[in-house]
Structures are given as structure tokens and as C-alpha cells.
């Protein structure tokens, strides 16, 4: 069970961030005048126009920057709001620094940061990992991740990563190995094609993945058939669009600069998909950006 504070430190971190983003977002509607001007990519420049971003935001915007929370996501954040302004020449301008592939290394310190830090330990905490011999497979590892849970679950425990970028599973694999930690596992993979398992896990975890894909009915499937229906799904997004739908417009806007973004899931839409299976489950979220799933059985 995750844990109020902890639930609180990440709604806070992700609070900030937004904050950070609106008042970004004024600034460069101000300094571009992007509502009244024309540029290359029309395409993002009207996706702008369509955005309310005023001074009634400056308010919201502060407020939200007042938390007392973690702002190690600022790197992260200057650098969506940066990559915006060249978006506005080209959507694949060389000065967009976002990629998963030919930006690894700059994803792996990002991702080392929050709110990615603070909801790996929140996701420790709700599947109680290192508890037991938990066998845990991690959908959109990444870089940092197989080694965090690595190091909690333990040479008791099973680890496998599955990332679909493979200069992030590089940067995974040599970190893994230079901890020594013999029982992860990481593996290239795209996680919407069918998994045949090898074994059953207890967790499955659904980390900042599902905003990069097109099927989330094919991930939910997976992550069933991997559990044999019966364990967790943990997802976490940094926004739930129908639970947080005043966010997602202008989170959007920056997100779909990072290649491989569709869009923010939601939690009903999740939960039609576990419909689609036919399994038994219960859910509960923890907060407003973690999703956790039970399966039952069939």
C-alpha cells in the first residue's frame, strides 16, 4: 500500500511541473505571438492557437509553483519548452533534443529525476517489492529503472525490462552489469506485439508507456497473459487525460515533441480494455497518476 506521503510527494512534483509548463507556455505564446502569427509548421502553430493561455494563468501558474516539491524536473521541462520553439520551424528540427534513441543519454539523467524517481518508489511500495521472490516485468524500462528494481527485489526476485529503444536498453544493460545484478534481465522489445510467456510474473509494470503507443488493448493483453490473470498491473502517467483534463491540453502540446507520442491515456479507457479480456479484476488508484489493476482470474 502506497504510503499518503508518497502519494502526496508525487501529485505535488507533478503539480509543479505543470505549473512550470504554464508558465512556460505564456511566455512563448507572448514571445512568439504564435495566436497571430503564421510559421513553418502550421500544423503546432495552430494547435497553439487553440490553447487558452493567458494572464488569468499567471495566477494558477504561480500558485502551483509554491509547493514545497521536488524540482528536479526542470532540466526536463526547460528543455520541452525549448525544443517548442524550433518546432515552430520544423516538427523534426535538429535542436529538438527529446528522441528515446539519439537522446538516451539525456533521457538517462532525466529519468534518474522526478516525477519518475518518486513514482518508481510509490510502484515499490503498492506491489510491496523485495517483500518476496516477486518475479516483476517492466514495460517501457528505460535506463534507470532495471536497476532500481533490481536492487529491491533482490537476487531472490526475477527483473525483466522490455524497451523498445535499443540505445536505452544499451545504457540499461552496462549499468546492470556494473552493479552485478545477475537476476535482470533486459530485453529490446516493442510491448504491443504478442508475448508468448516463458514464465508467470507477479507485476506487471506500466511506467510512462502508454502515451507511446497504439494499442493500449494489446499492452493490457499482454500484461494479462504474463501474469497468467492473476497478479498487479501498475500503470503510472503523468496525466490521466479524464481525470485530469484541464492539464492534458497543454501537456500535450509538449509531449508530442518527444517522437513516438500518441497521447495521454485515460483511466476508462484502460479499464475497457480489461473488459476486452475477460478477466476478473478489481482496480484502484493511488492519487491521480497511478492506476493499479488486480487480476482475479478467468
Not at 109 to 120: C, D, G, K, Q, V
Not at 232 to 241: A, C, D, G
Amino acid at each position: 500500500m502506497i504510503s499518503l506521503k508518497l502519494e502526496r510527494e508525487l501529485e505535488k512534483c507533478l503539480d509543479f511541473m505543470y505549473g512550470y509548463m504554464l508558465l512556460k507556455a505564456y511566455f512563448f505564446v507572448l514571445r512568439t505571438g504564435v495566436i497571430q502569427s503564421e510559421y513553418p509548421n502550421h500544423s503546432y502553430a495552430e494547435e497553439w492557437k487553440k490553447c487558452s493561455v493567458d494572464k488569468n494563468v499567471l495566477e494558477h501558474a504561480l500558485k502551483l509553483l509554491s509547493l514545497n516539491a521536488d524540482v528536479s524536473c526542470l532540466d526536463l521541462c526547460d528543455t520541452l519548452d525549448r525544443a517548442s520553439y524550433f518546432a515552430l520551424i520544423h516538427p523534426n528540427h535538429p535542436n529538438i533534443t527529446l528522441g528515446f534513441i539519439k537522446d538516451a543519454d539525456l533521457w538517462n539523467i532525466w529519468l534518474a529525476e522526478s516525477p519518475f524517481r518518486i513514482s518508481r518508489e510509490a510502484i515499490a511500495e503498492i506491489a510491496d517489492i523485495g517483500s518476496d521472490k516477486l518475479k516483476v516485468v517492466d514495460f517501457g524500462c528505460g535506463s534507470v529503472s532495471p536497476v532500481y528494481y533490481g536492487s529491491v527485489i533482490g537476487s531472490k526476485g526475477l527483473y525483466t525490462g522490455v524497451d523498445s529503444s535499443h540505445s536505452m536498453v544499451s545504457i540499461a544493460r552496462h549499468r546492470v552489469k556494473t552493479e552485478r545484478l545477475d537476476w535482470v534481465n533486459i530485453k529490446k522489445g516493442n510491448v504491443e506485439s504478442k508475448i508468448i510467456p516463458a514464465r508467470k510474473y507477479d507485476v506487471v509494470i506500466c511506467s510512462s508507456i502508454l502515451q507511446y503507443v497504439d494499442s493500449i488493448q494489446a499492452v493490457m493483453r499482454n500484461a494479462g497473459e504474463l501474469l497468467d490473470y492473476d497478479g498487479t498491473v501498475i500503470v503510472f502517467s503523468e496525466v490521466f487525460r479524464d481525470l485530469e483534463p484541464d492539464k492534458e491540453s497543454l501537456m500535450s502540446l509538449y509531449y508530442r515533441l518527444i517522437p513516438g507520442f500518441r497521447r495521454f491515456p485515460a483511466v476508462s479507457e484502460i479499464l475497457e480494455c480489461l473488459d476486452a479480456t475477460g478477466a476478473n479484476y478489481r482496480y484502484r488508484t493511488a492519487g491521480r497518476n497511478l492506476l493499479v489493476v488486480e487480476f482475479g482470474g478467468r
